[in-house]
């Protein structure tokens, strides 16, 4: 609820109208002139509340309004049982309001009047809050303009920002071209019913604009309860009179409802404060031109004004023209804190050859080169080994020029604090966030972010409990850097959803750096608009110019990373037209490092912006006779957007084994409401080829090891070794392609709003890293994209059908060996027992721990009760995942089908006796 400015009144008795409940006035028309009773300080309108409404065949009520051309409201059956009327203009109908219900079809039917609301002059909220005389005021709202004049409300002086309200009546803003005469019209005045915890149910009203054809935004404040609000809700957006307040010639004040909520976010923890409502249009829509929103906070310089509807008073501007407000300082969009591993693994080759802490370092500088100067983003980094960095590398800061050399250093930014973190010691990543708290206090305005690095696995406390949401409000992206051979999947998997974040699992510095960027995508921008990877080969100086559509987007940046330092890439766009843009081209920011290097284009770009776009990457530097041979370099190419749609992943907290059914939902909508028109999505899943359990059980498990003073353990320790001895990965990926669909049957949900699912019985039959690559496109004329990735470690599931259990057990004392194994028959694995539970069967009891056989088998140390007529067996819990019972096959218990044997035969020879009863008749 905003303004108080009317009251709601009970009609009694209830007021039934139809032929079920008399006689017709005329021919099937059941005619009712209600007399609503007038507010002691003058009626402004009212709106009718009918409930129980029946309209069978083709009846339907009819409410005349008092607009222009005769308009009235129509409700048939597709209307419910139970709504409102939009405001009627009491000026134009008078003292009565003319109801009528006609049969078309049916002889049965009829609705009932059971309230109305009554806009009227009204004091101050009463709540106790409000006693202050700072609160004093007196309302006016008056959409339909009495005939006699128009009077100004007396305003609250609390909600002044200055002595007197600095505003002014629109109607005088001169010339007609000026832009705030170009806006008001799409700005216009909700009216709905509310709840007032104090005064019951009211009449309310709160400042709306048009931002499409037919959406409306306005404060998430003004519509708590939005779908029970809605039901009410109808929008004004001619409520105005000339300069000198007096009321126009020809003045027709009219309302549209509205049709259902697209959106609501307050009080909900996200410091968002806003509501989107879809108007149900007449027959050649509002006549009206929307304001569309932007995607971006104004920038310090901007000029701003504001028009609104003050306490339900006509259209007024602040500040009064010709004057306008100009933006001091922006408000801070986000605070990210990096959290950054230099533990002593980091020390090990890269993929690309040079230590993994340099490549590390380069895609980081490239996450802080990214980011915005001076718009009001705040960035901070910790850095992490046996402890964190004590004081903060970086405390949390407003992204500057000046604080991005320091984090950073000049080009080739690989210098800087980021520059200067050297491996050594063992992983506390749970210091380390501790610490990224420490830096993002609760209780701000502002969105927290978290962005972790790791390459490895914690071994140092404080440890991550990822099953803990705590802190609920700062979002966890993790990026990890390695194989299954080095990384936690499964903590960082589920610390990042339990946190609405994404992780992802780079396996190459190439992946490393392209995911740096993704995360500045999606932290800060609407997304990737694609993403591939190529390859520029030995010799060869241009690739093949990539197309990309731009339909609404208003930046876009072009990122480009290589594999082989200094190989010295760089970027040219081609706009629709053929028109080049370079890094040195007017309006375009640009950037570059040794490893990759991007190109930052606010749109439109003199004059271009939809159409195909072409980005051709070439390498830098000399060629000809004497020039040094040039090498194949693999690189990527990811476009960055700011406006237009949005990919998101749908929060999915659950915990993945295989076997499962996953079903990866995202959501395809705009950030200002609604959702793209011709909306496709497929995915593309990389999964797991082979079994690391069946591995390590084949190869055995062997010993931690120490690097740097970076321990690491058994179970992973062996998978290094192996991929040492091999050269190349122990685990592979294959390719997947599905299509997604908004439907409600594969999404679930209540109505088709943007999702995209598809649930997938027999994808997860290999414990690993999984991951989705979404690709949407959408567009009527112009056809946009946006890609949306993540990943999602799988554990194995186990299945007490396949899991091998053997036992020695002698005098009701000895041991249960288990190979666990899931559905598929593949081995959980050795090195697994801390994420399971062990307890006895019924009957058998555990007397030890359960020892890891090193070989993918575990042994418990049991007693067992051969009385309890169960065989020997266990019960194995994983987290997040009902337990199972596994027995020894080979050594059952007391035959427990023993007495149902017992019964059958008793009953096969009392049919026996009977039987030869009836021969013998």
Same mark, same amino acid.
């Given at each position: 609820?905003?303004?108080?400015?009317?009251?709601?009144?009970?009609?009694?008795?209830?007021? #039934?109208?139809?032929?079920?409940?008399?006689?017709?006035?005329?021919?099937?028309?059941?005619?009712?002139?209600?007399?609503?009773?007038?507010?002691?300080?003058?009626?402004?309108?009212?709106?009718?509340?009918?409930?129980?409404?029946?309209?069978?065949?083709?009846?339907?009520?009819?409410?005349?309004?008092?607009?222009?051309?005769?308009?009235?409201?129509?409700?048939?059956?597709?209307?419910?049982?139970?709504?409102?009327?939009?405001?009627?203009?009491?000026?134009?109908?008078?003292?009565?309001?003319?109801?009528?219900?006609?049969?078309?079809?049916?002889?049965?039917?009829?609705?009932?009047?059971?309230?109305?609301?009554?806009?009227?002059?009204?004091?101050?909220?009463?709540?106790?809050?409000?006693?202050?005389?700072?609160?004093?005021?007196?309302?006016?709202?008056?959409?339909?303009?009495?005939?006699?004049?128009?009077?100004?409300?007396?305003?609250?002086?609390?909600?002044?920002?200055?002595?007197?309200?600095?505003?002014?009546?629109?109607?005088?803003?001169?010339?007609?071209?000026?832009?705030?005469?170009?806006?008001?019209?799409?700005?216009?005045?909700?009216?709905?019913?509310?709840?007032?915890?104090?005064?019951?149910?009211?009449?309310?009203?709160?400042?709306?604009?048009?931002?499409?054809?037919?959406?409306?935004?306005?404060?998430?404040?003004?519509?708590?309860?939005?779908?029970?609000?809605?039901?009410?809700?109808?929008?004004?957006?001619?409520?105005?009179?000339?300069?000198?307040?007096?009321?126009?010639?020809?003045?027709?004040?009219?309302?549209?409802?509205?049709?259902?909520?697209?959106?609501?976010?307050?009080?909900?923890?996200?410091?968002?404060?806003?509501?989107?409502?879809?108007?149900?249009?007449?027959?050649?829509?509002?006549?009206?031109?929307?304001?569309?929103?932007?995607?971006?906070?104004?920038?310090?310089?901007?000029?701003?004004?504001?028009?609104?509807?003050?306490?339900?008073?006509?259209?007024?501007?602040?500040?009064?023209?010709?004057?306008?407000?100009?933006?001091?300082?922006?408000?801070?969009?986000?605070?990210?804190?990096?959290?950054?591993?230099?533990?002593?693994?980091?020390?090990?080759?890269?993929?690309?050859?040079?230590?993994?802490?340099?490549?590390?370092?380069?895609?980081?500088?490239?996450?802080?080169?990214?980011?915005?100067?001076?718009?009001?983003?705040?960035?901070?980094?910790?850095?992490?080994?046996?402890?964190?960095?004590?004081?903060?590398?970086?405390?949390?800061?407003?992204?500057?020029?000046?604080?991005?050399?320091?984090?950073?250093?000049?080009?080739?930014?690989?210098?800087?604090?980021?520059?200067?973190?050297?491996?050594?010691?063992?992983?506390?990543?749970?210091?380390?966030?501790?610490?990224?708290?420490?830096?993002?206090?609760?209780?701000?305005?502002?969105?927290?972010?978290?962005?972790?690095?790791?390459?490895?696995?914690?071994?140092?406390?404080?440890?991550?409990?990822?099953?803990?949401?705590?802190?609920?409000?700062?979002? =966890?992206?993790?990026?990890?850097?390695?194989?299954?051979?080095? =990384?936690?999947?499964?903590?960082?998997?589920?610390?990042?959803?339990?946190?609405?974040?994404?992780?992802?699992?780079?396996?190459?510095?190439?992946?490393?750096?392209?995911?740096?960027?993704?995360?500045?995508?999606?932290?800060?921008?609407?997304?990737?608009?694609?993403?591939?990877?190529?390859? !520029?080969?030995?010799?060869?100086?241009?690739?093949?110019?990539?197309?990309?559509?731009?339909?609404?987007?208003?930046?876009?940046?072009?990122?480009?990373?290589?594999?082989?330092?200094?190989?010295?890439?760089?970027?040219?766009?081609?706009?629709?037209?053929?028109?080049?843009?370079?890094?040195?081209?007017?309006?375009?920011?640009?950037?570059?490092?040794?490893?990759?290097?991007?190109?930052?284009?606010?749109?439109?770009?003199?004059?271009?912006?939809?159409?195909?776009?072409?980005?051709?990457?070439?390498?830098?530097?000399?060629?000809?006779?004497?020039?040094?041979?040039?090498?194949?370099?693999?690189?990527?190419?990811?476009?960055?957007?700011?406006?237009?749609?949005?990919?998101?992943?749908?929060?999915?907290?659950?915990?993945?084994?295989?076997?499962?059914?996953?079903?990866?939902?995202?959501?395809?909508?705009? !950030?200002?409401?609604?959702?793209?028109?011709?909306?496709?999505?497929?995915?593309?899943?990389?999964?797991?080829?082979?079994?690391?359990?069946?591995?390590?059980?084949?190869?055995?498990?062997?010993?931690?090891?120490?690097?740097?003073?970076?321990?690491?353990?058994?179970?992973?320790?062996?998978?290094?070794?192996?991929?040492?001895?091999?050269?190349?990965?122990?685990?592979?990926?294959?390719?997947?392609?599905?299509?997604?669909?908004?439907?409600?049957?594969?999404?679930?949900?209540?109505?088709?709003?943007?999702?995209?699912?598809?649930?997938?019985?027999?994808?997860?039959?290999?414990?690993?890293?999984?991951?989705?690559?979404?690709?949407?496109?959408?567009?009527?004329?112009?056809?946009?994209?946006?890609?949306?990735?993540?990943?999602?470690?799988?554990?194995?599931?186990?299945?007490?059908?396949?899991?091998?259990?053997?036992?020695?057990?002698?005098?009701?004392?000895?041991?249960?060996?288990?190979?666990?194994?899931? #559905?598929?028959?593949?081995?959980?694995?050795?090195?697994?027992?801390?994420?399971?539970?062990?307890?006895?069967?019924?009957?058998?009891?555990?007397?030890?721990?359960?020892?890891?056989?090193?070989?993918?088998?575990?042994?418990?140390?049991?007693?067992?009760?051969?009385?309890?007529?169960?065989?020997?067996?266990?019960?194995?819990?994983?987290?997040?995942?009902?337990?199972?019972?596994?027995?020894?096959?080979?050594?059952?218990?007391?035959?427990?089908?023993?007495?149902?044997?017992?019964?059958?035969?008793?009953?096969?020879?009392?049919?026996?006796?009977?039987?030869?009863?009836?021969?013998?008749?």
């Amino acid at each position: 609820m905003s303004h108080v400015t009317g009251t709601v009144q009970p009609v009694s008795p209830v007021l #039934k109208i139809g032929p079920d409940f008399g006689p017709p006035t005329s021919p099937n028309t059941w005619t009712v002139n209600f007399a609503y009773t007038p507010a002691p300080t003058g009626t402004k309108l009212v709106m009718l509340h009918f409930t129980g409404a029946s309209f069978p065949a083709t009846n339907r009520l009819e409410v005349d309004l008092g607009y222009g051309g005769g308009e009235m409201d129509v409700f048939t059956s597709a209307d419910g049982t139970d709504f409102w009327t939009r405001p009627i203009n009491v000026y134009a109908v008078g003292a009565t309001v003319t109801i009528r219900y006609i049969t078309n079809g049916a002889a049965t039917g009829g609705v009932q009047l059971d309230q109305y609301g009554r806009g009227e002059r009204h004091t101050k909220d009463p709540d106790p809050p409000y006693v202050d005389p700072k609160f004093d005021s007196l309302s006016n709202c008056d959409p339909f303009l009495n005939p006699s004049g128009y009077q100004q409300p007396d305003f609250a002086t609390f909600w002044f920002c200055s002595n007197l309200p600095n505003w002014e009546n629109t109607a005088c803003i001169k010339p007609p071209g000026d832009i705030r005469n170009t806006v008001a019209p799409a700005v216009g005045m909700i009216v709905h019913v509310d709840a007032n915890k104090v005064l019951g149910f009211v009449v309310s009203t709160c400042s709306v604009t048009l931002v499409s054809a037919d959406t409306i935004v306005t404060a998430g404040h003004c519509m708590t309860d939005p779908i029970e609000d809605a039901k009410s809700a109808s929008v004004i957006f001619n409520y105005a009179t000339d300069c000198n307040n007096n009321v126009p010639n020809n003045y027709n004040g009219r309302f549209f409802k509205v049709k259902e909520v697209i959106r609501q976010r307050f009080a909900d923890g996200s410091a968002n404060d806003y509501c989107l409502l879809r108007l149900k249009l007449p027959p050649g829509g509002l006549g009206i031109t929307p304001v569309p929103m932007r995607a971006d906070i104004p920038a310090v310089g901007e000029q701003m004004f504001g028009i609104h509807h003050p306490n339900g008073s006509i259209k007024k501007l602040s500040i009064p023209h010709p004057g306008f407000a100009t933006v001091t300082s922006s408000g801070v969009k986000r605070d990210v804190m990096l959290v950054f591993d230099r533990s002593g693994s980091m020390s090990l080759p890269g993929t690309s050859g040079q230590p993994k802490i340099e490549e590390a370092r380069a895609a980081a500088s490239l996450f802080v080169q990214l980011v915005h100067a001076g718009t009001g983003n705040r960035v901070g980094l910790v850095s992490f080994s046996t402890t964190p960095s004590s004081p903060v590398d970086f405390p949390l800061a407003d992204v500057t020029v000046a604080n991005k050399n320091t984090l950073i250093g000049p080009a080739p930014f690989t210098g800087g604090i980021v520059g200067g973190l050297m491996p050594g010691g063992s992983t506390t990543i749970g210091g380390g966030l501790n610490a990224a708290y420490g830096q993002l206090p609760a209780g701000g305005t502002n969105p927290r972010n978290i962005l972790l690095f790791t390459d490895g696995l914690q071994n140092t406390p404080p440890m991550v409990n990822p099953t803990d949401s705590f802190p609920t409000d700062i979002t =966890i992206d993790a990026i990890g850097y390695g194989t299954p051979a080095s =990384i936690d999947g499964a903590m960082l998997t589920t610390l990042a959803t339990q946190h609405r974040g994404q992780y992802v699992l780079a396996d190459t510095n190439l992946k490393l750096q392209k995911f740096f960027a993704l995360a500045f995508g999606n932290i800060f921008e609407a997304g990737l608009l694609m993403d591939p990877e190529f390859v !520029l080969g030995s010799g060869q100086t241009t690739a093949a110019p990539v197309p990309f559509n731009v339909c609404e987007e208003e930046i876009i940046t072009i990122v480009v990373g290589w594999d082989l330092r200094d190989a010295g890439l760089r970027i040219e766009l081609t706009t629709p037209s053929g028109a080049t843009v370079t890094s040195g081209s007017p309006g375009v920011q640009s950037s570059a490092s040794r490893t990759w290097t991007f190109l930052r284009v606010p749109l439109p770009h003199a004059g271009e912006r939809d159409g195909t776009w072409k980005v051709t990457v070439f390498r830098a530097g000399e060629v000809g006779e004497f020039a040094a041979p040039l090498p194949e370099v693999r690189y990527f190419v990811t476009v960055i957007v700011s406006g237009g749609a949005v990919l998101r992943r749908t929060p999915d907290n659950a915990k993945y084994y295989t076997g499962d059914v996953i079903n990866p939902l995202v959501g395809l909508s705009y !950030l200002q409401g609604g959702f793209p028109p011709n909306a496709k999505v497929k995915v593309a899943v990389s999964r797991p080829d082979a079994s690391v359990g069946n591995l390590l059980s084949q190869e055995k498990l062997g010993p931690s090891v120490v690097i740097d003073a970076d321990t690491i353990p058994p179970r992973h320790a062996t998978l290094m070794a192996i991929e040492s001895r091999t050269g190349k990965p122990v685990v592979g990926y294959t390719q997947h392609t599905f299509d997604m669909y908004g439907d409600i049957i594969h999404t679930g949900a209540f109505e088709t709003a943007g999702l995209f699912g598809n649930s997938f019985k027999d994808l997860l039959t290999v414990e690993g890293n999984y991951t989705f690559h979404f690709q949407a496109s959408y567009g009527d004329t112009c056809t946009a994209t946006r890609e949306l990735l993540w990943s999602l470690h799988v554990e194995p599931g186990i299945d007490p059908s396949t899991t091998i259990v053997t036992t020695d057990v002698s005098g009701g004392r000895g041991t249960i060996t288990l190979v666990p194994k899931d #559905k598929y028959g593949n081995n959980l694995g050795p090195g697994r027992g801390d994420g399971l539970s062990v307890t006895g069967a019924p009957g058998t009891i555990l007397t030890g721990p359960v020892r890891d056989n090193g070989d993918g088998s575990y042994t418990a140390p049991v007693n067992w009760d051969p009385g309890s007529g169960n065989s020997p067996g266990v019960i194995i819990g994983q987290p997040s995942r009902p337990p199972v019972v596994v027995h020894d096959p080979k050594l059952p218990g007391r035959d427990r089908c023993r007495k149902w044997k017992l019964l059958f035969w008793l009953m096969a020879l009392v049919a026996l006796v009977l039987f030869l009863l009836w021969l013998l008749k």
